[in-house]
């Protein structure tokens, strides 16, 4: 089961990395504990970057039941677009149910509580989650939604990135976020191939701190990548891109620019990162 099953159902796309060690912590009470540190080369929500194109450390952990029911938090450093006027951190709270309903095939559904500390009250928001999966052969397949219900911290506030003011104070929107991924190991290696698409539909604004879910409104974000597994660690690699355009963001603003060499943060890259679980 993977830790943090957000926004990033989270943080799939690279968004995060972090996925439950097999060996966790369990009691007589029927729970297990498991949890993850990560450092990331750059932290990719949805294909666009939350750390201004630099590094973050990630950590998370989770609480399940053996009746399915888990909870956790994830957080992570944050910087330039996905600051959201905070202490440049991000913590998520979640909970949720998952179960096999025979076939192989699991279903997982809940909630994230987004957070950014030290931000304004309306740039914190909820999501709901579901995703289905499988094997299909090989592969693990595994379809999800992402519901973010309206709220002030998705509402279109400012129309542009160049307005002087608020736009339309107060305002609710929500976004919808559809997703696939694909995972595969490679027989008798340490190596795991994955994809991921996704498909994000919200305000075409930005909100009361000058940030989007889905900042151009629509797009698609997809990423192809493999997994190392070296003892206790987990090296990975991945090609992470997005069809938002620098002409289709220039109402953004800068803030959508990397301070460093004005490249678009939804633009293609190559993340890195290692991560350790128990």
Same mark, same amino acid.
């Given at each position: 089961?993977?830790?943090?099953?957000? *926004?990033?159902? !989270?943080?799939?796309?690279?968004?995060?990395?972090?996925? *439950?060690?097999?060996? =966790? !912590?369990?009691?007589?009470?029927?729970?297990?504990?498991?949890?993850?540190?990560?450092?990331?080369?750059?932290?990719?929500?949805?294909? +666009?970057?939350?750390? &201004?194109?630099?590094? !973050?450390?990630?950590?998370?952990?989770? +609480?399940?039941?053996?009746?399915?029911?888990? !909870?956790?938090?994830?957080?992570?450093? @944050?910087?330039?677009? /996905?600051?959201?006027?905070?202490?440049?951190?991000?913590?998520? $709270?979640?909970?949720?149910?998952?179960? &096999?309903? %025979?076939? %192989?095939?699991?279903?997982? =559904?809940?909630?994230?509580?987004?957070?950014?500390?030290?931000?304004?009250?309306?740039?914190?928001?909820?999501? $709901?989650?579901?995703?289905?999966?499988?094997?299909?052969?090989?592969?693990?397949?595994?379809?999800?939604?992402?519901?973010?219900?309206?709220?002030?911290?998705?509402?279109?506030?400012?129309?542009?990135?160049?307005?002087?003011?608020?736009?339309?104070?107060?305002?609710?929107?929500?976004? @919808? #976020? @559809?997703?696939?991924?694909?995972?595969? /190991?490679?027989?008798?290696?340490?190596?795991?191939?994955?994809?991921?698409?996704?498909?994000?539909?919200?305000? *075409?604004?930005?909100?009361?701190?000058?940030?989007?879910?889905?900042?151009?409104?629509? #797009?698609?974000?997809?990423? $192809?990548?493999? &997994? #190392?597994?070296?003892?206790?660690?987990?090296?990975?690699? *991945?090609?992470?891109?997005?069809?938002?355009?620098?002409?289709?963001?220039?109402? @953004?603003?800068?803030?959508?620019?990397?301070?460093?060499?004005?490249?678009?943060?939804?633009?293609?890259?190559?993340?890195?990162?290692?991560?350790?679980?128990?």
């Amino acid at each position: 089961m993977k830790i943090r099953m957000l *926004a990033g159902a !989270a943080c799939l796309a690279l968004s995060c990395f972090a996925v *439950a060690n097999p060996a =966790a !912590a369990q009691d007589d009470s029927g729970l297990t504990v498991s949890g993850e540190a990560t450092l990331v080369t750059d932290y990719r929500y949805r294909g +666009v970057s939350m750390t &201004d194109r630099e590094m !973050a450390i990630q950590a998370g952990i989770q +609480v399940t039941h053996d009746s399915g029911f888990y !909870a956790g938090t994830w957080g992570s450093n @944050l910087s330039g677009w /996905g600051t959201f006027g905070g202490s440049n951190t991000e913590l998520d $709270l979640f909970a949720g149910y998952s179960t &096999d309903i %025979g076939n %192989g095939i699991n279903v997982d =559904a809940g909630l994230t509580w987004i957070m950014f500390p030290g931000g304004l009250d309306t740039t914190d928001f909820a999501e $709901l989650y579901a995703t289905v999966s499988g094997d299909i052969g090989p592969v693990n397949v595994g379809v999800g939604i992402n519901y973010a219900p309206k709220q002030e911290a998705l509402g279109t506030w400012y129309y542009s990135g160049f307005s002087d003011g608020y736009d339309d104070p107060g305002d609710k929107g929500d976004n @919808l #976020y @559809l997703h696939t991924d694909l995972s595969a /190991g490679i027989p008798d290696t340490p190596l795991t191939l994955n994809a991921h698409i996704g498909y994000s539909n919200g305000n *075409a604004g930005l909100g009361p701190w000058g940030t989007s879910l889905a900042p151009t409104g629509e #797009y698609v974000d997809w990423s $192809l990548g493999a &997994d #190392y597994a070296l003892g206790p660690l987990t090296l990975g690699i *991945a090609y992470v891109d997005t069809d938002i355009s620098r002409s289709e963001s220039n109402y @953004l603003g800068s803030g959508f620019r990397s301070s460093k060499n004005g490249s678009v943060i939804s633009g293609s890259t190559v993340v890195f990162k290692v991560s350790a679980g128990f």
